[in-house]
């Protein structure tokens, strides 16, 4: 199977994990499981907003929460054409969470809430992006 849609080590569904204090997960993740951290984006403030770690051969991506429930789960998904699925998706009946776009990581990225209210954020790695992941 052609893996080009991906970062190299990652697998193609990855937990996303989404929290209020990504720092006291991070900090969490790497005294409990000896999390390796991958990544991660702050914002103007310093805020972590968005983070990945290593755990095992697994990556765990964790997100700020801004919103005041969560959803009932939160996945991401690597996949061939960021379009196509997102395009299924919404056909399949799912509303709109973000609308295909490239983001600085190295991914074309976009979300969807299916009808049980799971979050899905489907992801294709961008040609030419670093293979260790931006």
Not at 26 to 52: M, V
Not at 84 to 93: E, F, N, T
Not at 121 to 130: D, E, K, N, P, V
């Amino acid at each position: 199977m052609n893996d080009r849609y991906k970062p190299d080590g990652y697998n193609a569904v990855s937990p996303y994990l989404l929290v209020k204090d990504v720092r006291a997960l991070l900090d969490f993740l790497a005294h409990a499981f000896g999390a390796t951290e991958l990544r991660r984006q702050a914002d103007a403030d310093g805020a972590i907003r968005r983070a990945e770690v290593r755990i095992g051969d697994s990556v765990l991506m964790v997100g700020f929460r801004p919103w005041a429930e969560l959803p009932i789960g939160s996945v991401h998904v690597y996949v061939d054409d960021v379009d196509k699925v997102y395009a299924r998706a919404l056909d399949q009946g799912a509303t709109s969470l973000a609308a295909p776009r490239d983001l600085p990581y190295g991914d074309r990225s976009a979300g969807v809430q299916d009808a049980q209210g799971n979050y899905w954020w489907i992801g294709t790695r961008l040609s030419g992006a670093a293979a260790s992941g931006g």
